[in-house]
């Protein structure tokens, strides 16, 4: 695991939030969508800190595809990077987890473990993998053990989870708060006839993280 980059806003009252924002299983730190986000989020006057799991960064080091590490290690590497910043140069200002797709689902099983309660106020995450494409496989049997307020922004097209199977599923379940993004897919693209692009959808993610965040702490 590495720290990729840190983007923050323009001015800062040392304040404001801080968001460890891991990427999706199959797309690194840098890509596309996580630059836009992290750029946006930072207009909202939200700091992101973006790092890589260990078998991202061993790709980008040799540029042999892998496939994501066991969940454990996965959740360790966060945890790790958690701690970090509880102690060092950011400490005192208020922390939120999450993460594109994957990564939104690794802080939010964070979420679910007791044994952090209090080391971070919130989880975000953007593109939920509710359940692989096609198959009835859901991920949410944590989602009960909640112990921070969660928010999920998902597009309504997006084939790992869409809006009527989601709400179906979510009412048998403690909810976290939920933000739909019209026709947007799993990367927040919107059909080709909408009038708003991919970065207008980010930045409405963004705009509604901030939101979330700001209700918790008060601001």
Not at 37 to 50: I, K, M, N, P
Not at 93 to 110: H, T, W, Y
Not at 134 to 142: A, F, I, L, V
Not at 157 to 172: H, S
Request: glycine letters at 10%.
């Amino acid at each position: 695991m590495e720290v990729y980059k840190t983007n923050g806003p323009h001015s800062c009252s040392g304040k404001e939030p801080v968001l460890i924002l891991a990427h999706g299983a199959g797309a690194p730190a840098d890509s596309s969508f996580m630059e836009m986000l992290a750029e946006s989020l930072a207009d909202e006057g939200v700091t992101t800190v973006r790092f890589e799991f260990s078998y991202m960064a061993k790709r980008r080091e040799d540029g042999r595809k892998r496939p994501p590490e066991r969940q454990p290690a996965l959740l360790a590497q966060l945890e790790q990077l958690i701690a970090e910043i509880i102690e060092g140069s950011l400490a005192g200002r208020p922390l939120f987890i999450g993460g594109k797709s994957m990564g939104g689902r690794m802080a939010s099983l964070l979420a679910a473990d007791p044994r952090l309660k209090r080391r971070f106020r919130g989880v975000l995450c953007f593109g939920y993998p509710f359940h692989p494409p096609g198959k009835d496989r859901w991920r949410t049997d944590h989602f009960p053990d909640f112990w921070c307020p969660v928010l999920i922004i998902q597009g309504t097209r997006d084939p790992f989870g869409k809006p009527d199977e989601v709400n179906e599923r979510l009412a048998m379940l403690a909810e976290p708060e939920l933000v739909w993004l019209e026709g947007g897919n799993h990367d927040f693209q919107p059909l080709a006839r909408q009038p708003e692009t991919q970065i207008g959808l980010i930045q409405q993610a963004a705009r509604s993280a901030a939101a979330f965040m700001s209700r918790q702490t008060g601001h």
